[in-house]
């Protein structure tokens, strides 16, 4: 019972970080669209899911910006984000998943 538990968590983590990166997928669509004037941010709406994906992304990508080196206009750290949950944290869940269920 105890396998299966765990397993489940490890799941669960990894289903977790899989939406994680197509909320910063989504959030990089979104600023795009803002700062060309595609999206009206005076609609109500379009605020509020922008106000959203800030609040959720803003906090893991501030940190990060502290540390890059600055080019320009281009902002790297969704990318940095993106590729240490696809080729780091995904990878370990996916192995503790396994190792807990296989023993």
Not at 13 to 26: A, N
Not at 34 to 59: C, H, K, M, S
Not at 66 to 95: K, M, R, T, W
Request: aromatic fraction near 18%; include cysteine; hydrophobic fraction near 55%.
């Amino acid at each position: 019972m105890n396998g299966v538990f765990v397993y489940d968590l490890w799941r669960l983590l990894l289903t977790v970080t899989r939406l994680y990166e197509f909320v910063i997928i989504i959030y990089c669509v979104f600023s795009m669209l803002y700062a060309f004037g595609v999206l009206d941010t005076r609609n109500r709406f379009v605020w509020q899911v922008g106000r959203f994906l800030n609040a959720i992304v803003e906090p893991v990508l501030t940190p990060l910006r502290n540390v890059l080196p600055s080019f320009g206009n281009v902002d790297l750290s969704p990318l940095v984000i993106l590729l240490v949950l696809q080729y780091l944290v995904e990878p370990f869940f996916a192995h503790q998943m396994m190792r807990s269920f296989f023993g």
